[in-house]
Every structure is written in structure tokens, then in C-alpha cells.
């Protein structure tokens, strides 16, 4: 099965700076999305990117697609300290399905 | 604006008893899906279940593991004797009918499972 795996596991920077997470996966997908988890909450959805784009923004972020690479990274700009969470990638468990499969997050802390 | 709920928030059972956990998906989603985390991990495929049957399920689904659309509305997890490591918090998830591959899904904010 595919799996995503983000980088760096932790990320902690100053408000106002940008953040860059990425996320590396072993075999070819139709998609790839990235959700936000605040603690001991649900996933929240941020941004889908299919296979056949490169670039998708959505306010402050703006994520990356390398299929030659199988990687991906999101960036967040003009970080907020309401955006400290876990951020997770999400790639087809199996790419005939719908079902997601998971890496293990990047938790980023932003500080005011 | 429509979002999945889930009963309970905790559930705090037994080692080898039976739990049900409920989930009521977005109403026009089709798809419907489970989904855990033990405590510090990252989230993991369960089951998907499209057109009243499962149409993935992960290697953790086992035979104590079963999953039902009893009504229009619901979608129940039943794990039916519980073990230690069955504590997660588990979540739910719907999505439309997907246009190729995955789409996006739609989280409950999760049931936290204890088994003791």
C-alpha cells in the first residue's frame, strides 16, 4: 500500500514566518491532500492536489506536486499561532479505491 | 454547513465486551469510511463501505471488526469482544461519489475508545 511520510516531524517558528512541510510517498497516486489536526481533535481538510497538476493554492497555502520525485510539500505563509497542529499528507490507500492512507504528520507550533 | 457526527465522544468498556460506535455521514455522500488512531500515531484505514457493502478494508479489520448501515442515516462500528489494543480514538469519514481515485473526506470529531 502507498504511504505518505511527512518531514519534518516537528516544525516550531515565530508568527508572521512561512512553513514548509513536506511529505514523500513510495508508488504512483491519482491524488494527494493534506489535512490539519488540532490536538485530540477530527482531521480537517485543507487541500486536494491531483496527479496531473503541480501547484494548488488556497490562502495562505500553497502546496507542490512532484510525481517525478513522489513528494509533495505544503507551505503555509504569514503563519498565525491558530494554525499550531498536526499536518498530515493523505494518499490513495490503493489506487483502484477511495479509501486514504496516512503518513505521520508534521506537528508545527507557531509562537506569538 | 453539513459535518459528520459521531456517539459517543467516549467510550469506556471492558476488555472482551462489545461496543458500537455510531456515526451519522454528511446526507448526500455516498461514501462512507473508518478510520483510527491510537494514541501518538498517525490515522489509519479501517473499512470503506459504499452501496450497503464494504468495498476496502485494511488489514486491521479483522473478524471482530463489522460495520452496517441499518438505516438511512447511520453507520455503525461494532467491534465485538474488545482488546487492550483496540483503545484509539476512532473516527469517521464520508465523501461524495469520487470523480477517480480518492476525494476529499469529511471527519467526525472522533470517539475516543478506553477498553480496560
Known amino acids: 500500500s502507498q504511504q505518505g511520510e511527512e518531514d519534518p516531524q516537528a516544525l516550531s517558528i515565530q508568527e508572521g514566518e512561512n512553513a514548509t512541510m513536506n511529505c514523500s510517498y513510495k508508488?504512483?497516486?491519482?491524488?494527494l491532500q493534506w489535512y490539519r489536526q488540532n490536538s485530540g481533535r477530527g482531521l480537517v481538510h485543507l487541500i486536494l492536489i491531483r496527479s496531473n497538476e503541480r501547484e494548488k493554492h488556497s490562502g495562505r497555502l500553497r502546496v507542490t506536486l512532484d510525481t517525478s520525485k513522489k513528494s509533495s510539500s505544503l507551505l503555509i505563509t504569514a503563519s498565525r499561532a491558530a494554525d499550531t497542529a498536526s499536518y498530515f499528507c493523505a494518499t490513495d490507500f490503493n489506487q483502484a479505491g477511495t479509501a486514504l492512507i496516512f503518513g505521520k504528520g508534521t506537528t508545527l507550533s507557531v509562537s506569538s | 454547513e453539513p459535518e459528520v457526527t459521531q456517539t459517543p465522544s467516549h467510550q469506556v468498556t471492558q476488555m472482551g465486551q462489545e461496543v458500537i460506535l455510531r456515526c451519522v455521514p454528511i446526507s448526500n455522500h455516498l461514501y462512507f469510511y473508518w478510520y483510527r488512531q491510537i494514541l501518538g500515531q498517525k490515522v489509519e484505514f479501517l473499512v470503506s463501505f459504499y452501496n450497503n457493502e464494504i468495498s476496502e478494508k485494511s488489514e486491521i479489520f479483522d473478524d471482530q471488526f463489522s460495520v452496517e448501515r441499518p438505516d438511512g442515516s447511520n453507520f455503525t462500528l461494532k467491534i465485538r469482544s474488545t482488546k487492550l489494543e483496540d483503545s484509539a480514538m476512532y473516527f469517521c469519514a464520508s465523501s461524495e461519489a469520487p470523480k477517480g481515485g480518492t476525494d476529499t473526506q469529511y471527519f467526525g470529531p472522533g470517539t475516543r475508545l478506553t477498553v480496560l
Open positions: 508508488t504512483s497516486i491519482n491524488n
